[in-house]
């Protein structure tokens, strides 16, 4: 008797926390299996991060490293085989049904730990989607889309939030105004209280501002007259350079000219002296 009585009070304490913890998870696969997919990755946050194939598997490491060494079939479930879904596949079916809850079972766990709602509505669409998969393997009936059972999911949270947002934000916006009214008051009474000397003191702060600009207005013009004054000064340059290069290029070529006649009245000269050498002898 002490024993079933402790075993009933472990089980409420499992259901409570994991409604709390991952309400969409217990809704698709259960209390038991959720927690103990959770406890052998070691935190929902690690179950969140791990893919659907991964999860598919967890609770049967050692088959699947059995099979990778000998070569032979890895295993097709682990601790997800304990789900009444697989149960009642067919014994042809089981794999492919293990795939698609662990596929639907990452999704859950990934809502559960990123958001920010506290409710099981995902985790029931869920479940709607993998017993029609079921009815799919069994009778051949088409299953609704994923995208349509999400934005039915969306659609349900939105309204149930609208729904808790206009009784409760009715107290909220007027708990906002009464606080803004506070904060007014409480500006306008400084305001008052504030004496004229400190009124004087912020005059000269605004003179040491303007006084500041006019600086700032200075160095500017300084600035862009050193740029004219360069900009002009490299302008002049230039010009200069041009005729330079010009005047040195007809240098050379009167140069090249005056090589030119003198080469060739050279070689005049040398011929008359070979002729006049060759009559002597």
Do not use: W
């Not at 309400?23 to 990755?41: F, Q, Y």
């Not at 990934?110 to 409710?119: F, K, M, P, Q, V």
């Not at 360069?230 to 290029?249: L, R």
């Amino acid at each position: 008797m002490n024993l079933s009585e402790y075993h009933k009070k472990l089980y409420e304490y499992l259901v409570t926390k994991m409604n709390d913890i991952a309400p969409n998870l217990t809704s698709l696969i259960g209390e038991v299996v959720g927690a103990r997919l959770i406890s052998h990755a070691g935190s929902l946050s690690n179950l969140a991060k791990c893919p659907a194939s991964t999860l598919q598997i967890l609770g049967a490491e050692k088959a699947l490293f059995r099979a990778l060494k000998t070569r032979g079939n890895t295993p097709k479930y682990g601790l997800i085989f304990h789900s009444s879904f697989i149960g009642r596949a067919s014994a042809r079916n089981k794999g492919r049904m293990a795939r698609y809850l662990a596929n639907k079972c990452s999704i859950a766990s990934r809502i559960d730990c990123y958001s920010e709602l506290n409710a099981s509505i995902f985790g029931e669409k869920l479940r709607e989607q993998v017993e029609e998969r079921l009815d799919f393997y069994d009778k051949g009936v088409a299953p609704r889309k994923n995208l349509d059972v999400m934005k039915a999911a969306i659609e349900s949270i939105t309204n149930a939030v609208s729904e808790d947002g206009d009784g409760n934000g009715k107290n909220d916006v007027s708990a906002k105004k009464s606080k803004k009214k506070k904060s007014e008051d409480e500006a306008e009474g400084e305001a008052m209280d504030v004496d004229k000397p400190a009124a004087g003191e912020d005059e000269p702060q605004t003179e040491k501002k303007k006084k500041k600009k006019k600086k700032k207005k200075h160095k500017l013009e300084e600035t862009q007259d050193e740029e004219m004054t360069t900009g002009a000064a490299n302008e002049e340059v230039k010009q200069d350079e041009t005729p330079k290069k010009k005047k040195k290029k007809k240098k050379n070529h009167e140069a090249s000219e005056d090589v030119v006649p003198k080469t060739a009245t050279e070689g005049k000269k040398k011929r008359k002296k070979s002729k006049t050498d060759d009559n002597d002898m």
